[in-house]
C-alpha cells in the first residue's frame, strides 16, 4: 500500500470560493464586552459576528483592554469542550486586561455561520472551521499568515506532536493550528467480555465471534449512532485498512472510482457485520448520545465514538472497566492493518482582517494561541480535563484516578501507524457528509455496498 499520509491541499468546487474575495474590513475595534474573567457564551448566528465598535486596544502585554471572538464547534462549550472553557478562564485570569468572548454552535452551524459571515465581513476573530473549508478561506485571503508569530517560535513548535503543524500548511504558510487530535475508535466495556469469556478481540474472525456472544446474551456488541452521520468514525479506520489512500488521489483526479474493488471489500464489510447482528436492530434511529447511554448503562459492550468521551467515562461508574480499541484487522484487507487514527483535526484559524487591521488585538489572540498550546495549556487540557493534546505532555498520570485516561495514552502512545490525516478531512468539502453518509447508509441497511459507492462516484463527478 502506498504511503499517502499527506494532506491535500487542491481542495476544489467549494460553493464558498467565489465569495471570499480577501479581507474587506472596516478596522475599527469591537467595544469590550463584560468584565475581565468572564466568559460570553452564545449559540446564535449573531454570536459569531465579529463586529468591530469600539476603539482599540492596548496589546496583551499593555494596560488597555482587549475584547475578541473565539468560535467554538460545540454548543455548550463548558460541557462539550471543558478543556477549551478551562483555558480561556485560566487565560482571563491571568489577563484581567483580555476578554475572550467564547460562542459556541454545533460544527455544521457553525460552518454555515462562518460562511455567511464571510459574505457579510464579520467573522470571529478566532475560530474553529472544517478543514477544507479552511483551505478555501486561506487561499481566498481571508485566514491570517500565522507562521511568523508561530513557526519562528522554535521553543512553541519543539512541544507539537510529530507533523501536526503541517496539516494546514499552504505553500510554506501556515493557516491554522489543528484544535485536538482526532483520534477515532470502539470504546470497550471489557467487564462484559470477561463476563462472557470473551477476549479482546484482534482480528475481524476475533470481533463477529465475540459480537455473536454478546448477542446471543442480549447485550448490544456495538453501539452505533446510526441517526447521525457524523458517526461513522471508527469505520473511518477501518476503510484505512482498506486501501483508502491508495485510490482517493486518484478518485479526486478522475482517474478513479469509488466503486473500485477495494473499497467494495470495505462496504461489504459494513453490509456482513450489520447481517451477523453486530448493531442494535434499531440503530438506524439511535443518535450518537442515545449510543454513549446505551454504553454507560451497560446494555452495549463496546461504543464507536473518540477520545473526546474520555473525560467522561472516567467520571463514569465504568471507569476500571473501560479500554480504547483501535477497531479490527482484516485477513483479506489491503496493505498495512496495524493503522491506528492519532491524526490533526480540524483548525483553528484568525481573521486576515484581524491581523492587517487590528495589530494589537491579533497579537493579544496569538498570545492566547501561545498560551492554549504551551505548557500551561497542555497541561489544563491534559491534567485538568484528560483530553489529549497535539502538543508533549510529559506531566504525571494518575492512573488510579483516571485509568480510562491513562489508557487512552498508552494507546496513543503505541506504535500502530497513523495517517497524517482522517479520511473525511482528506476529502473535498462537498462529498463529507455523503462519505459518513454511505457508511451509515450500509449500517443502517439503507444503501447495499454497490449502492453506498455508486452514490459516491456520482456525486464525485459533480465536484470534478
Not at 119 to 124: E, F, K, R, V
Not at 134 to 162: C, H, Q, W
Not at 372 to 393: C, F, H, L, M, W
Request: with cysteine.
Amino acid at each position: 500500500m502506498k504511503k499517502r499520509w499527506g494532506i491535500l491541499l487542491g481542495i476544489t468546487g467549494m460553493a464558498m470560493a467565489a465569495l471570499l474575495t480577501g479581507c474587506k474590513g472596516t478596522g475599527e475595534a469591537k467595544a469590550p464586552g463584560g468584565a475581565g474573567g468572564e466568559t460570553s457564551v452564545e449559540t446564535s448566528a449573531a454570536g459569531l459576528s465579529g463586529d468591530k465598535t469600539g476603539d482599540a486596544a492596548a496589546g496583551a502585554a499593555g494596560e488597555g483592554q482587549i475584547t475578541f471572538t473565539f468560535a467554538e464547534h460545540v454548543a455548550n462549550i463548558e460541557q462539550q469542550a471543558p478543556q477549551v472553557y478551562g483555558v480561556v478562564q485560566e487565560y482571563m485570569k491571568l489577563h484581567p486586561n483580555v476578554t475572550i468572548e467564547l460562542t459556541g454552535a454545533s460544527a455544521d452551524d457553525l460552518t454555515r455561520n462562518i460562511q455567511m459571515a464571510a459574505q457579510s465581513n464579520t467573522l470571529p476573530d478566532l475560530f474553529w472551521i472544517r478543514q477544507p473549508v479552511a483551505v478555501e478561506m486561506a487561499k481566498a485571503g481571508y485566514l491570517a499568515d500565522l507562521s511568523e508569530d508561530i513557526l519562528n517560535d522554535r521553543e512553541l513548535t519543539d512541544t507539537f506532536l510529530p507533523h501536526v503543524l503541517d496539516s494546514l500548511k499552504i505553500d510554506g504558510k501556515l493557516y491554522g493550528i489543528p484544535c485536538e487530535l482526532q483520534s477515532n475508535g470502539f470504546w470497550v466495556n471489557k467487564a462484559i467480555l470477561d463476563q462472557y469469556g470473551l477476549e479482546m478481540p484482534v482480528t475481524y474472525e476475533d470481533f463477529i465471534s465475540c459480537c455473536t456472544v454478546l448477542k446471543e446474551n442480549g447485550i448490544i456488541p456495538v453501539a452505533q449512532g446510526g441517526k447521525d452521520v457524523f458517526t461513522a468514525w471508527a469505520w473511518e479506520n477501518a476503510h484505512c485498512r482498506y486501501g483508502f489512500y491508495d485510490h482517493i488521489d486518484g478518485i479526486i483526479a478522475g482517474t478513479d472510482k469509488w466503486s473500485n474493488p477495494d473499497y467494495l471489500k470495505f462496504y461489504q464489510k459494513l453490509s456482513d457485520m450489520r447481517d451477523a447482528g453486530v448493531f442494535s436492530e434499531n440503530a438506524k434511529n439511535t443518535d450518537y448520545a442515545l449510543s454513549v447511554e446505551q454504553f454507560l448503562s451497560g446494555q452495549a459492550a463496546m461504543l464507536n465514538s473518540g477520545v473526546w468521551d474520555t473525560k467522561k467515562f472516567d467520571q463514569s461508574d465504568l471507569a476500571k472497566d473501560i479500554y480504547y480499541w483501535w477497531g479490527p484487522t482484516f485477513e483479506d484487507g489491503v496493505g498495512e492493518q496495524e493503522v491506528s487514527m492519532k491524526a490533526p483535526a480540524h483548525p483553528y484559524v484568525v481573521s486576515a482582517c484581524l491581523k492587517e487591521e487590528e495589530p494589537e488585538k491579533y497579537a493579544a489572540v496569538i498570545d492566547f494561541l501561545k498560551f492554549y498550546y504551551g505548557k500551561q495549556g497542555t497541561e489544563i487540557i491534559a491534567k485538568d480535563n484528560q483530553s489529549i493534546p497535539v502538543t508533549r505532555y510529559e506531566g504525571e498520570i494518575d492512573a488510579e484516578t483516571y485509568p480510562v485516561f491513562a489508557r487512552v495514552i498508552t494507546m496513543m502512545n503505541d506504535d500502530w501507524e497513523s495517517p497524517a490525516v482522517c479520511p473525511d478531512m482528506y476529502i473535498s468539502g462537498q462529498i463529507i457528509n455523503q462519505y459518513r453518509e454511505s457508511i451509515c447508509g450500509v449500517i443502517n441497511g439503507i444503501y447495499t455496498p454497490r449502492e453506498a459507492v455508486d452514490y459516491l462516484d456520482g456525486i464525485q463527478a459533480t465536484i470534478q
